[in-house]
C-alpha cells in the first residue's frame, strides 16, 4: 500500500473517506469486545481445572513428611522450589522463596521493604535518601509504573530497542546515586515482547552504578510463556550478577499466574543468599507461613518440568492463534502505509504498535466507538504520559478467537483513519 505521507490530496481524501465509512459500518454493529488487559481467557483456566480437586482429600504430607496443612514452611516445601527454580527464576532452588498468589505483591513489598529498612548493601532505608529514582524502560508494564507513583519514587524512562533497553543510556543514568532500582521484563518484555540479549544482561550486571544498593527488579513473568515452538532462554541474572562481582544485585520475581491460575497461583521471589535471608527475614514478620497446600496442589497438578512444558504448550495452542489474528489484520490494512510499526511476539501477552505520533489517544477514542476497549494510551509510560502519544498496548488473549479477528480489524482501521485524519490535519495546516 501507498504510504499515507504520499498519497496525492485526492487520493488522500478519498481514502479518508472510505475509512470513515468502514470505521462507521462497524460502529454501527454495536460490539463490546474488551482487550484492555493480559487476562487469561476462560480456556486457558479450563487447563488448569485439575487444580480444583488437588492436593485430594488426605493428601496433605510434603516429601519431608510435614503437614502442608499447618502454619510454617516460610521459604516454600523444597520439592516445589525445585520444580520451579531453574525455569521460572534462573535459580538454584536453595535461592528462591515461594509466596502467595501474586508476584506483583512481592514487588510491592520489596519496594516498601526497601524504603523503609534498606537492602543489604544500603547505608540507610530508601525513604532517608534525599530522592529515589528508578530506571523504567518505555514502553513497560503499567503496574510497575503504579508503584513507583504510589511510593514517590521518580521514574526516569529508558528507551527499549530490540535488544532490550538502551544500555547506553541506562549505564549513564545509572551513574547517579539516587537510582536505586531499575524494572526489567527481561523475556517477551510487557508490551512488546522483546527479550533481552546476552550482551543485555550482561552490561546490566557488570555496570558501575553510583548507588551501591542499586537492585535489578527482575521480573521474569513470562519465562515460560512462548508463543513459538522456539523456547528462547535468556542468561541467568543472578549468575550474570555474581560473575560480574555484584552477587546482591538482582531481585528476581515469578508467578504461575498465566501458567495455572491468574488468581490463584503461586508466586516467587529468586536472589543471592544475602538477598533471599533479607526477604525472609521479612517475609518472616509478614506470615506464619504460606499457603503449602496450593504448593503441592501445584506439584501433583504439574509433576515434573516436563508437565510444566506439555501444560505451556497446550497454553501456546490457545493463544498463538489469536495473535497470529491481530498481526494478520495489522498487516492486511496497514503494511505499507506508515500508520504504525507493530511488534510480533514470540511469548508474553501483548503486542505493542507505535503508531503515527500524536494518534495514539485519538486511535483508543475511535477504538471506543467501534466497541472495542484498548489500553488507554500512554498506559505504558510514567504517570501514564506518552510525549509522542504513539504508543499502543493489544492484549488479545482474553476475547475469543472469532472476538479477536473482528476486534483486530476494529483496531486496524481506527489505526488507520486517525493516520489519515493526521494526514489531512498536517496538510491543513500547512496550506
Ligand atoms: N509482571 C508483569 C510484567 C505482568 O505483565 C504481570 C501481569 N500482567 C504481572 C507482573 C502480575 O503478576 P502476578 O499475577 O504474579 O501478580
Known sequence: MTAITDLSSADLADRLARARDAHGGFKARGLKLDMTRGKPAPEQLDLASGLLTLPGNGDHTTATGEDARNYGGLQGLPEVRALFARPLLGAPPEQIAVAENSSLALMHDCIVWALLKGVPGSQRPWSREEAVAFLCPVPGYDRHFALCEEFGIRMLPVPMTPDGPDMDAVEALAADPSVKGMWCVPKYSNPSGEIYSEATVRRLSAMRTGAPDFRLFWDNAYAVHHLTPARHAIPDVLEACAAAGHPDRAFVFASTSKITLAGAGLAFFGGSPANLAWYLARAGKRTIGPDKLNQLRHLRFLRDGEGLTTHMDRQRALLAPKFSAVTEA????????????????????????????????????????????????GATFPHGRDPDDSSLRLAPSYPSLPEVALAAEGIALSILLAALEAEQAARDAAR
Open 330 to 377: 495489522l498487516d492486511r490494512h496497514l503494511a505499507g502505509t506508515g500508520a504504525a510499526a507493530w511488534s510480533r511476539p514470540e511469548g508474553g501477552y501483548f503486542i505493542g504498535v507505535a503508531a503515527r505520533a500524536g494518534t495514539a489517544a485519538r486511535i483508543v477514542r475511535l477504538a471506543g466507538e467501534a466497541g472495542i476497549g484498548l489500553t488507554p494510551a
